[in-house]
């Protein structure tokens, strides 16, 4: 059974950066396509970045150009650097392998 697991939320200042890594397990990592969602207060899951089984990288029109996702097949993980980030970030972060798990999600809040 696929599980994922997210670590690295937090708070942090406008302007701050943060890391976050998931965890793959149950399953061959290196044919899913990965990716980061996330959940604002009040609002709807939106997708953050993708990332296909061969690395090839999607981002909301938001995040471009601040946040990059990643991925390692030897170590079943990936990461979303966020850089630059504001107060609209503020969110609880999902990992997600497309079509077969989510994670618990782990809480990025932006804030002074």
Not at 12 to 41: D, I, Q
Not at 64 to 77: H, L, Q, V
Not at 84 to 99: I, K, M, R, S
Request: hydrophobic residues 35%; charged residues 20%; aromatic residues 8%.
């Amino acid at each position: 059974q696929v599980q994922v697991v997210e670590s690295g939320g937090g708070l942090v200042e406008p302007g701050g950066s943060l890391r976050l890594s998931c965890a793959f397990s149950g399953g061959r990592f290196g044919s899913y396509t990965m990716g980061w969602f996330r959940r604002p207060p009040e609002k709807q899951r939106e997708m953050v970045a993708v990332i296909s089984s061969l690395g090839h990288p999607i981002y909301a029109d938001s995040v471009k150009g601040r946040f990059t996702i990643s991925r390692d097949n030897t170590r079943n993980t990936i990461d979303l650097q966020m850089n630059d980030l504001n107060p609209e970030d503020t969110a609880v972060y999902y990992c997600n392998a497309l079509g077969a798990a989510w994670g618990q999600g782990t809480q990025v809040t932006v804030s002074s």
